[in-house]
């Protein structure tokens, strides 16, 4: 269950983020607008499956309850979390100084994440 609420969120982000690089291009009449939301897309897509894949090495989700549960293995995760977020930093200040994305577009792809929460916030209140 938890499994499909997160993968329509990652659905509903993915198509929020090509939506709003449809209407920058119909807005900007410039390529380069619907670049900048899908790049901040990427940016937030790499955000969570970074926070997603930190807190399955934390605690997995194990469905046969049975099972021998095993140890995190902390210290891992914690590299991988703070190398997953060096890598974020990177691919922004490449995207922003040297790419020359609009950090507008950036924001608005980024908030694509948002956009999805709310939708799926809003048919759980529908039923």
Known sequence: MPDDLLLRLQRNAAIACGVMALAALMIARDWRAPLAVIGGGILIAVSFLSIKNAIDALAPYDPDARATPQRPRIGRA??????????????AYVMIAR????????????????VAAALEAGRLFKK
Do not use: C, K, N, T
Request: no cysteine; proline share 3%.
């Open 78 to 91: 914690l590299v991988r979390l703070v190398g997953r977020y060096a890598l974020l930093a990177i691919l």
């Open 99 to 114: 790419l020359r994305m609009h950090p507008l577009g950036l924001i608005a792809g980024a908030s694509s994440v948002a």
